[in-house]
């Protein structure tokens, strides 16, 4: 790593206190690059609402990167969990790296374990050789609603790829 534990708290502090003075409802942790950063964001987030004196709902997303199942730093989905939910989320989710029917085992096996609201906010498919995305809105949303139908999530967004008609 080339930043620091304490460098990236205060980076994630300095933005969290920006967001919060202009009149955020709520903080989205999103974990782009490994759990490690989650937590640093996490601890950050926690002392702005120490100074603050109030708390906002905080989301946490976790990146599945590939057909392992598992976090760019190797956690299983009930690891990664296990790593945040210290933070008493308004939702638990995973996000991007994957579409939406690559993520079906990852996001029921969250909605199993999680006792917050679960989200999920997929890629239109991984990229193709040109870099785009191949899925349709109509693919991706009947994925998505059969997930909602099934009961695993409670909040859909979208990652890369996507649009409204996706979601």
Not at 7 to 34: C, H, K, P, Q, W
Request: proline letters at 4%; a negative charge; one cysteine or more.
């Amino acid at each position: 790593r080339n930043i620091t534990f304490d460098e990236l708290v205060v980076a994630y502090a300095s933005a969290a206190r920006a967001l919060v003075a202009g009149g955020a409802d709520l903080l989205m942790v999103e974990t782009i690059f490994d759990t490690l950063n989650a937590k640093a964001a996490i601890f950050a987030v926690e002392q702005l609402f120490d100074e603050l004196g109030e708390r906002l709902p905080v989301m946490i997303s976790g990146t599945i990167t590939d057909a392992s199942g598992r976090t760019l730093s190797g956690q299983t989905t009930e690891a990664f969990f296990n790593s945040v939910s210290h933070a008493r989320p308004l939702s638990v989710g995973l996000n991007c790296a994957l579409g939406a029917r690559d993520l079906r085992a990852y996001i029921q096996e969250l909605s199993r374990i999680s006792p917050s609201w679960v989200s999920i906010h997929p890629n239109a498919g991984l990229p193709n050789e040109m870099g785009g995305y191949d899925e349709t809105p109509d693919y991706t949303a009947h994925i998505l609603r059969e997930f909602a139908v099934a009961g695993f999530l409670n909040i859909v967004g979208g990652c890369c790829g996507t649009g409204p008609a996706h979601i």
